[in-house]
Each structure stands twice: as C-alpha cells, then as structure tokens.
C-alpha cells in the first residue's frame, strides 16, 4: 500500500533558498523534478513578489547552475535551474529515491515535503538515504494513503478538499458560480496555494484516468 511521509528541512538546506535572504516574503513551491543524463533539472514556482530580474534573487551554489526564468502569469514566476547530482542535499535524495514528491514549499522559515512512496520500504529507503548521508530532516507525519473513489485517485486530504469545494461552489460551471478568490477564503489559504491544490490534483487525477502515468 502506498505510504505518504511528511517532513521539514532548514531554509539553508535547500539551496533555492537563498532567495529568501533577499526576499523574506517569497514562496518557492516545487513543481516537478525530471532526471536529465547527468543533471537533475527541477521546475519550480515563485510567488508573493515584484520584481523584474526573479533570477538574480537567487545565489549562486556549488550544486545548482543555470537558474532561468521559464514563464510568469502576474506575480507567479516559473524557473527551472540545473541540480549536480553529486551535490548531496534533499533534492539529490528526492530524485534518487524511489518516490513521487507530491507537495514540496519553501518559506524563510524552512521547507515543507510531502513525499509517497509505493511501500513502507520505499519511504524507509529514502530516510536511510538522507540518515547516511547527513541530510537534516525532521518527519511530522507517515500514514497510508487510500485510494479516493477508486483505485488510482491518489489525492492529498488538501487536493482532494480543494477539488471538492470547488466543484461543490460551482467553480467549474460555465458560467463561473464562485470565484477563486471566494474559495480560498472558505479555506483560509491564498489564492496561489489554492491555484495550486486544484493544478497538482487535476494532474493526478487526470494521470490515474487518462493517461498512462502520473
């Protein structure tokens, strides 16, 4: 059965947050991470700032290259930056690991995961890894994950609340009955937080039932 573990890494331990030296206010939310030949490239999203050069806010490291900006709709930057594998840190161990991040953000005061595994052995992998190699975490919560209506739908608790009041608030009808705006209010998130529960669980949903991988 598949195992879903939460945990918390230091904001120096994650080299992407240097930008919160320079802007405290930020929100790095991790997007996907896709192995290239002897890179790890990941995407990432940028929120809750102004500024017309996003790249320069982030340092140089001596495990990320190449930090470029992708694309942006109004204050949501996405870049994506080149990772040495070799650099031991939690995005080596995420990449290397036998797991799916499904939630991965970042704030001055440290960085959020939420990560699943196929098994419980998957997910004790992935802590010897990090235990062996010096990497700082600290486990808040593992728990089974059960299928939501049907083999498949593996939804987080918050995806799943999202999509449902949503579609309950007539978010989805044409025209609009509720607006984004009005849904994270009822949740007591942002805008951008919700944007992205409902984006991350439409992936999901749409990889269990119509495509063949998530």
């Not at 990941?42 to 140089?60: A, K, L």
């Not at 190699?133 to 486990?139: K, L, R």
């Not at 987080?156 to 009808?173: H, I, M, N, P, S």
């Not at 044409?174 to 984006?199: F, H, K, M, N, V």
Request: charged letters at 30%; hydrophobic letters at 40%; a negative charge.
């Amino acid at each position: 059965m598949s195992t879903v573990m939460k945990f918390i890494s230091p904001v120096d331990e994650f080299p992407l947050g240097s930008v919160f030296e320079d802007l405290p206010g930020v929100e790095v939310e991790l997007e996907r991470l896709i192995p290239h030949e002897t890179l790890i490239i990941p995407y990432f999203w940028v929120r809750g700032v102004e500024t017309e050069d996003i790249e320069t806010s982030f340092e140089p490291h001596t495990g990320v290259t190449n930090i470029r900006l992708v694309d942006s709709v109004e204050d949501e930057y996405l870049m994506r930056a080149e990772w040495k594998p070799e650099y031991f840190g939690i995005l080596s161990a995420l990449a290397k690991a036998n797991v799916v991040v499904l939630t991965g953000i970042g704030k001055k005061d440290g960085w959020r995961f939420e990560v699943r595994g196929e098994n419980q052995e998957a997910i004790a992998e992935f802590r010897e890894y990090c235990q062996e190699n010096d990497i700082p975490m600290e486990i808040t919560a593992v728990h089974a994950m059960l299928p939501i209506q049907g083999e498949g739908y593996e939804l987080t608790e918050t995806q799943r609340e999202a999509l449902v009041l949503a579609y309950e608030r007539g978010y989805f009808d044409t025209p609009r009955e509720s607006s984004l705006e009005e849904i994270a209010d009822e949740l007591g998130i942002t805008q951008q937080s919700l944007s992205s529960r409902l984006r991350r669980g439409h992936r999901r949903l749409i990889g269990a039932t119509l495509s063949s991988s998530v």
